[in-house]
DNA sequence: TCGAGACCTAAGGA
DNA sequence: ATCCTTAGGTCTC
């Protein structure tokens, strides 16, 4: 066990149940900012602690996790069943590869970002300082369906407060932290039936109760766990494919599911502020009124074609930076919404932008690169400099927060756009 | 292919 | 106060 000792965690580790000792692992800022990642809308179980805000707890692998966050690592406390057994040096070294593994550390952000600068000059010119830190967590992919499942024609606060709820009724009890009880996320098999369906339905689930009994149904039949985690071996398209034979599980929600738990970086969820936005600068999709099949490829291929086979973690990156943004700078209470304009210059090198390169990081690559051309076509037509200016609304909660997402996702598709 | 409408609920704005 | 819209969509015609 490695202490944690100095003032910073001296006030954090006296409260009752927290005498339990600490462990680290070695990581940077740079690497990984676990207070933007574990609130940026990948996974709905994090909160911070409320004995220390600088905290956050959660729970993955079975176990409830206190992160806590320094300049060169994160320091971290587990709990789990048969807490009295706990201890031992082997459980620390284990525990530690599976936060490492949590985070997947063994990507190099510092190593994307360079890549993603390159090809896409908005990258190194928007808020390069502001968006370090920001990465794709690997999840439990049983979780993830079923949490996503809960995100249709839905707002975060009810999300979280949802998956809270299948955990409650149907999850296992992990242990007791500051006199609050943590539950695992319930295995599919406990989700199956009409009983299911019918105390979810008086739980305020509406119409998501009975896609989640069917999916479990239907993820059983299909042969239960290990069908879905196989999923991470036949590639992205067909993992796609099958996920969306899943009741509740239309395009959005399997991307996001193969980006966040199946290892597809490929992978972009394309919501309708994404939509709505893209079709302003993709001139030809402004006509649509939905997002179809088809307009949705077309954006996540272009993205693609944009920033590679990380184009996923791109998106997301962007996507909680803006946020991140956000909470940063707009910090009060009374709901005022100063705004703040800055411009950035957007000169652009086409040719560099759309040649296309290769994966730096090892991973399985998936040929996307077919509508390369087509994808130019589309997105050059416009001028290769202009001034684009940025607003962001300064706001404090994080509904208020998620609801001005179209402004913020204004300013990196506006940037994108114009390539 | 694309469009329209229904689907549960809750919170915020007009 | 009451209606309306929106919130990280999906499914059926």
């Known amino acids: 066990m490695v202490a944690v000792k100095g003032s910073f965690y001296s006030s954090f580790c006296k409260h009752r149940g927290m005498e339990g000792s600490w462990n680290t692992l ?46 060169t690592e994160i320091h971290f406390k587990v709990f789990q069943q048969g807490m009295e057994e706990n201890g031992d040096k082997l459980d620390d070294e284990k525990n530690r590869g599976l936060l490492y593994d949590y985070f997947q550390l063994e990507v190099s952000l510092e190593t994307l970002y360079k890549e993603w600068s390159k090809r896409d000059e908005r990258f190194a010119n928007l808020t390069i300082q502001d968006y370090r830190g920001i990465r794709m967590l690997d999840q439990d992919c049983v979780e993830n369906v079923f949490s996503f499942i809960c995100s249709s024609n839905n707002n975060i606060a009810r999300i979280s407060q949802m998956v809270e709820k299948l955990c409650l009724h149907y999850g296992v009890k992990i242990a007791e932290v500051e006199g609050k009880t943590y539950y695992d996320f319930p295995t599919v098999e406990k989700l199956i039936g009409e009983k299911v369906e019918k105390k979810l339905r008086e739980e305020k689930f509406g119409y998501r109760a009975g896609f989640i009994a069917k999916t479990a149904a239907t993820i059983v039949a299909n042969g239960g766990v290990n069908w879905l985690e196989n999923l991470k071996n036949v590639g992205y398209d067909e993992a796609r494919k099958q996920l969306q034979t899943l009741p509740g599980i239309g395009r959005k929600v399997a991307d996001c599911v193969c980006l966040m738990s199946l290892g597809y970086s490929e992978a972009i969820p394309v919501d309708t502020h994404m939509h709505q936005i893209a079709k302003k600068y993709l001139p030809h999709l402004a006509k649509l009124k939905t997002l179809t099949d088809k307009s949705y490829s077309e954006i996540t291929d272009y993205f693609r074609a944009l920033h590679g086979d990380y184009a996923g973690w791109a998106h997301s990156v962007l996507f909680a930076s803006t946020l991140r943004h956000l909470k940063k700078d707009g910090v009060t209470e009374n709901k005022e919404t100063a705004t703040t304009e800055e411009t950035v210059d957007v000169n652009l090198d086409k040719s560099k932008n759309a040649k296309s390169k290769k994966s730096i990081v090892e991973k399985p690559t998936t040929d996307s690169s077919t509508k390369d051309d087509k994808q130019r076509r589309n997105c050059t037509s416009r001028e290769s400099k202009e001034t684009i200016p940025l607003r962001f609304e300064q706001v404090t909660q994080n509904s208020q927060q998620i609801r001005t997402f179209a402004s913020v996702i204004r300013t990196f598709l506006c940037a994108v756009a114009k390539v």
């Open 26 to 71: 070695p990581v940077s800022r740079t690497e990984v900012e676990i207070s933007t990642v574990l609130s940026c809308g990948q996974s709905f179980r994090w909160k911070q602690l409320e004995s220390d805000d600088k905290a956050w707890i959660g729970t993955f692998s079975h176990k409830v996790w206190i992160l806590k966050q320094t300049d």
